[in-house]
């Protein structure tokens, strides 16, 4: 199925869940990544049992500090 | 309040702009800004609103000008290596204009102080280097019921939004909470690029500026994010969650607290 992450479009298989979608998407710190779906931000307690569905848009929201440091 | 000739002068170029006129100048003369930091973000976001003659700028900031800072930090310069961080930026701010009101602030903010001083304020430019600090002033900001911009830079990207407490999402709607330390790189793994940090900055004096001047459409409900490798800037839409913990329907968060520093491991990357 097709789910569009960032604005880009992305194939995935079907019944992947938003946890996996993280590994999929080689995401190496799920901690410093807020997730919007559909145009909600969703509970990170909710990331497991929630499975994504063709069509879905999906926001990865990375935390960002500011200048000096930088994360 | 009544421009002086040279003040007409050297503002003549917003005073030609329909939507600012001399009117909003003097309300950018009244206004009142804090930086939160003097460093990537705080630099060039204050040196434009020092231009711009914004009257009052604050400037809290607890760190000493190190090396590495220069190659973004651009309200500082070599010979202002190892004095405080504020020091500095407040004599650039006052060197570009004699105008401005620096306020300084050699301190961090806190849990103790963040409310007193930011009530003083009209507008908040959030450059903190760390997530504490950064939902602190959050937290602080609604509290006071001051607008802030949040911003963020990391190696070639950024990200900043504004927020009208209790009208727009806030950054705890989008963040929620400070990531557990553990999960936060070290210091060494992170760069930036120094413009990036020109261009976010600039962003968020331009939001401060808006809102004083109450023209134009703020930041607000929307993250931008900006990748300068591909040179793209993207808004996404994001609504005030019924769920926040500092602004939805059942707050947790009901008084400004300190929460617990991720601890960077290499001091000498600040």
Same mark, same amino acid.
């Given at each position: ?71 | ?66 090396? #590495?800072?220069?190659? &973004? ?5 070599? =010979?202002?290596? !190892?004095?405080?961080?504020?020091? @500095?930026? /407040? ?76 009208? #727009?999402?806030?950054? &705890? ?5 400070? =990531?557990?330390? !553990?999960?936060?790189?070290?210091? @060494?793994? /992170? ?80």
């Amino acid at each position: 199925m097709t789910i569009t992450i960032n604005a880009e479009a992305t194939e995935i298989p079907d019944d992947t869940s938003v946890t996996e979608l993280l590994k999929l998407h080689e995401v190496k710190m799920p901690e410093m990544v807020s997730i919007e779906l559909n145009g909600e931000i969703l509970e990170r307690d909710k990331y497991e049992s929630t499975q994504l569905s063709n069509g879905d848009s999906v926001e990865l929201l990375y935390f960002m500090g500011g200048g000096a440091i930088g994360i | 309040m009544n421009l002086s000739d040279e003040q007409i002068e050297r503002y003549s170029r917003h005073i030609l702009l329909p939507e600012l006129g001399s009117a909003g100048q003097e309300k950018l003369l009244a206004g009142r800004v804090l930086l939160i930091g003097a460093g990537g973000l705080g630099s060039p976001a204050g040196m434009y609103l020092a231009a711009a003659g914004v009257g009052t700028i604050g400037v809290i900031d607890s760190d000493v000008v190190d090396l #590495s800072n220069l190659q &973004r930090q651009i309200a500082h310069a070599t =010979p202002d290596l !190892n004095r405080p961080k504020v020091e @500095s930026a /407040a004599e650039t701010f006052k060197a570009m204009n004699p105008d401005v009101n620096v306020r300084t602030y050699h301190a961090r903010i806190m849990a103790d102080n963040a409310l007193d001083i930011i009530n003083d304020y009209d507008f908040v430019v959030d450059g903190a280097d760390n997530f504490p600090t950064k939902f602190l002033v959050a937290d602080a900001c609604h509290f006071a019921d001051v607008a802030y911009s949040h911003a963020g830079i990391l190696r070639f990207q950024g990200q900043t939004m504004t927020v009208v407490p209790n009208e #727009s999402a806030c950054y &705890r709607c989008v963040f929620n909470s400070p =990531p557990p330390p !553990n999960a936060v790189p070290s210091c @060494s793994q /992170a760069g930036v690029l120094g413009a990036l940090a020109g261009v976010v900055g600039c962003l968020q004096a331009t939001e401060a500026i808006k809102s004083i001047l109450g023209t134009g459409d703020l930041l607000t409900n929307r993250l931008l994010m900006y990748d300068a490798l591909k040179l793209n800037f993207r808004t996404v839409s994001i609504s005030r969650q019924s769920k926040c913990p500092l602004c939805g329907e059942n707050p947790i968060i009901t008084e400004v607290v300190d929460a617990e520093e991720a601890v960077c491991d290499l001091a000498a990357g600040r």
